[in-house]
């Protein structure tokens, strides 16, 4: 995280590549006001093209004087695609008019003296483009998490998560539960339809998020019509090896199908998980299943993380793509619980907006990234294209988000679950929901 960005905002914070933009450097307090008619020095280079040439080093210099706002505004044409960093030098007038420096013999030092700020230049087909910050995999008490529905979604809120599925085992409960207490709420949280599907047993785990009904109750309601369905499958698969058996393996293709026949994307999760000391599936299966297509995307964050990064990258290597997403798995939301906390890792999303819709496209179209969040820094994975806006933003703005929506996430948590909202709680929710998306919308500039 760079800490300039508690001293001063940059909008916008995005920019078009290869194309002249404005931006404003405003400070954001009384130590890091700019003095009226003193001239600041400002220095812009792009990150991924300053070293090319050590001889001709593509440094642009400005001088700027503030505006009538205090502002320094700024005029550059940004070349490329990549992060630019931006160094603000402060003159010595300005590190002599320290208050009491006569005093105190002190001037301006460290993160008040120069400050180094950044922005992104984007081309055009992810410029417009927002990032979401989500949960594809977690649980409520209505099955086996210890948190109702009011606290899961809070708690997720507090570290400014976006979207969030619930996904309880064998049930849509929590999560139709979720999405009629929030219809109404006004924070700009996207709740989706989700389940941990175990469907003939669970032996079978299958995240199904974002369809219309519930893969789950699809097989109680009709466990024959299921099995003739499945029955129809393994006609299918006679390319399996043999150490596959393939009737547990049409199951797997079956929820898959019924996810999409739903509208809904089917995950697969935490494929190395440990259970009784071997992985809960078969690594021959977990590989089939990649091979084969079968779901929309893998979780590469939960238990033995390392291994399924692994094998997503050996697999793409042989040309086997698959879109990736990362998730807590929790059962309990708070943030310190040590094994899966709230940010313990999660899914980045890129879309024109936060509807239900455009997260399960950019889910499906690898437009997603898996963010593993325990530990400093944070480890993202997916596209190298993303991976680097994504730093860039888990540094200069998800620091800043995340803050905005705490308190959002703790009204959240003592929503009434037995009636409408007091209109003093529905006021709050809005003013500090309106500061979040206003931030957002400056950071970004074209929301």
């Not at 929506?405 to 009204?411: D, I, K, R, S, Y």
């Not at 003093?424 to 003013?431: D, K, T, V």
Request: aromatic share 10%; hydrophobic share 40%.
């Amino acid at each position: 995280m760079n800490r300039q960005i508690f001293n001063y905002a940059v909008y916008p914070s995005i920019v078009p590549a290869d194309t002249e933009s404005v931006i404003t450097i405003h400070p954001l307090g009384e130590n890091a006001q700019f003095i009226p008619g003193v001239t600041y020095t400002v220095e812009i280079r792009g990150v991924e093209t300053f070293c090319a040439d050590y001889a001709h080093l593509p440094v642009t210099w400005y001088n700027a004087i503030p505006n009538e706002a205090g502002d320094l505004v700024i005029r550059h044409h940004f070349v490329g695609e990549q992060r630019h960093a931006i160094l603000l030098k402060r003159p010595q007038e300005d590190l002599d008019a320290t208050p009491y420096r006569e005093i105190t013999n002190r001037g301006k030092f460290h993160e008040n003296k120069d400050a180094l700020l950044c922005v992104y230049s984007l081309q055009a087909d992810l410029y417009g483009m927002r990032a979401f910050k989500g949960e594809v995999h977690c649980h409520t008490y209505e099955s086996d998490g210890v948190q109702d529905v009011c606290h899961t979604v809070g708690n997720y809120r507090t570290a400014g998560y976006d979207f969030l599925a619930i996904t309880d085992h064998y049930i849509t409960m929590g999560a139709e539960k979720a999405k009629r207490l929030f219809d109404r709420a006004p924070v700009d949280m996207t709740l989706l339809l989700g389940e941990e599907c175990h469907v003939p047993t669970e032996q079978i785990h299958i995240v199904h998020m974002g369809g219309r009904e519930s893969v789950n109750a699809c097989f109680r309601n009709d466990k024959e019509k299921a099995a003739a369905e499945v029955a129809a499958i393994e006609k299918e698969l006679d390319h399996l090896p043999e150490s596959i058996n393939k009737n547990d393996y049409a199951w797997r293709v079956w929820v898959a199908r019924k996810a999409h026949e739903f509208g809904g994307i089917a995950i697969l999760t935490h494929p190395h998980w440990i259970w009784f000391d071997v992985y809960f599936m078969a690594s021959a299966i977990t590989r089939q299943l990649l091979l084969d297509g079968v779901y929309d995307a893998l979780d590469i964050t939960d238990q033995e993380a390392d291994t399924t990064v692994a094998l997503w990258s050996e697999m793409r290597a042989q040309g086997v793509t698959i879109p990736v997403v990362g998730c807590t798995d929790s059962h309990f939301t708070n943030a310190d619980d040590p094994k899966r906390p709230a940010r313990g890792g999660y899914t980045l999303v890129f879309a024109p907006d936060r509807s239900e819709g455009e997260i399960l496209q950019a889910i499906r179209e690898g437009r997603s990234l898996a963010v593993n969040a325990v530990g400093d820094p944070e480890r993202i994975q997916g596209p190298y294209r993303l991976v680097k806006l994504a730093r860039f933003l888990l540094d200069h703005y998800y620091p800043v988000y995340m803050r905005l929506c705490h308190n959002q996430g703790v009204l959240l948590s003592e929503y009434p679950v037995d009636g409408p909202a007091p209109e003093r709680l529905e006021n709050l929710l809005a003013a500090l929901n309106e500061r979040s998306e206003a931030f957002a919308r400056d950071f970004y500039g074209y929301l």
